[in-house]
Nanobody, 123 residues
């Protein structure tokens, strides 16, 4: 099993940047593909992006492509979500998720989840 924990959320002005971190423990970190999701009040949890086990492949939702970047440091058991050019509509609770398979874009395709970290973008 894996335990994941997000950090780095906060309040930022529109156009600003924020970097989220997700630390994982348990089974070898490099065994897991990692994903980021977000959920705004009253909305379903939606896919933001994912990164493969070694970091060689990434996938992004169209809404964040070109603005958000996912990376990972397997030596530190950590995955990052760099968010630039933030918009008010990026406001949500951001979740990190892990699974042994890569390529999932639905929450049901990830086995392990963190508690989330809130990102609020003021307009």
């Amino acid at each position: 099993q894996a335990q994941v924990e997000e950090s780095g959320g906060g309040l930022v002005q529109a156009g600003g940047s924020l970097r989220l971190s997700c630390a994982a423990s348990g089974r070898s970190f490099s065994d897991y593909a990692m994903g980021w999701f977000r959920q705004a009040p009253g909305k379903e949890r939606e896919f933001v992006g994912s990164i493969s086990w070694s970091g060689g492949r990434t996938n992004y939702a169209d809404s964040v492509k070109g603005r958000f970047t996912i990376s990972r440091d397997n030596a530190k058991n950590t995955v990052y979500l760099q968010m630039n050019s933030l918009k008010h509509e990026d406001t949500a609770n951001y979740y990190c998720a892990a699974d042994i398979l890569w390529g999932g874009v639905q929450p049901s395709e990830y086995a392990y989840w963190g508690q989330g970290t809130q990102v609020t973008v003021s307009s």
